[in-house]
T-cell receptor, first 113, second 111 residues
Framework: DGGITQSPKYLFRKEGQNVTLSCEQNLNHDAMYWYRQDPGQGLRLIYYSQIVNDFQKGDIAEGYSVSREKKESFPLTVTSAQKNPTAFYLC????????????FGDGTRLSIL | RKEVEQDPGPFNVPEGATVAFNCTYSNSASQSFFWYRQDCRKEPKLLMSVYSSGNEDGRFTAQLNRASQYISLLIRDSKLSDSATYLCVPSRGNTGNQFYFGTGTSLTVIP
């Protein structure tokens, strides 16, 4: 079945530690996105990528980094500079051309130890 | 003004009831519109796309009013399984591949 796989499902970060969240898709979609969701809030865009080897900052990129070396993969690193990383992280993709809805992975919950 | 505004609810309705959710958006250049449902602690799932003429999918009807920058979702004959948070999602301008996500409207269908 085609879809988006995020791992791990749960992740714990120690102070000063960088952690990387994985996102893989086999939908052959060009565009991929990372969002953060906090309780009672809407999704906020962290980074997005429209094509391989290219990505742009979203609304809340500080303390995060990404790479897009392969079409299928868009990992997100939460660095130690992100002082409030506890949230639900969602990866999404679209075919890349306009007016198509996003498909989501099932998310990673990140907590501080 | 927020990019997307939704009544957070909660809406508590009995099974079989009809319920309507409203959403306003601020970017007049938005071109595409969607409703997603999100169950507790799960990812959003696409419920329906919203077309300019309005569209229906079974018990669900979506309407778009571009002049008022307003989107609605009507659910008829509510089921227990409809209990979820409903997210209104307009595109960010006319590129069509970036989106605003509302905070959602919470629905609980009561037996």
């Amino acid at each position: 079945d085609g879809g988006i796989t995020q791992s791990p499902k749960y992740l714990f970060r120690k102070e000063g530690q960088n952690v990387t969240l994985s996102c893989e898709q086999n939908l052959n979609h060009d565009a991929m996105y990372w969002y953060r969701q906090d309780p009672g809030q809407g999704l906020r865009l962290i980074y997005y990528s429209q094509i391989v080897n290219d990505f742009q900052k979203g609304d809340i990129a500080e303390g995060y980094s990404v790479s897009r070396e392969k079409k299928e993969s868009f990992p997100l690193t939460v660095t130690s500079a992100q002082k409030n990383p506890t949230a639900f992280y969602l990866c999404a993709s679209t075919p890349g051309f306009s007016n198509q809805p996003q498909h989501f992975g099932d998310g990673t919950r990140l907590s501080i130890l | 003004r927020k990019e997307v505004e939704q009544d957070p609810g909660p809406f508590n309705v009995p099974e079989g009831a009809t319920v309507a959710f409203n959403c306003t958006y601020s970017n007049s250049a938005s071109q595409s519109f969607f409703w997603y449902r999100q169950d507790c602690r799960k990812e959003p799932k696409l419920l329906m796309s919203v077309y300019s003429s309005g569209n229906e999918d079974g018990r669900f009807t979506a309407q778009l009013n571009r002049a008022s920058q307003y989107i609605s979702l009507l659910i008829r004959d509510s089921k227990l399984s409809d209990s979820a948070t409903y997210l209104c999602v307009p595109s960010r301008g006319n590129t069509g591949n970036q989106f605003y996500f509302g905070t959602g409207t919470s629905l609980t269908v009561i037996p």
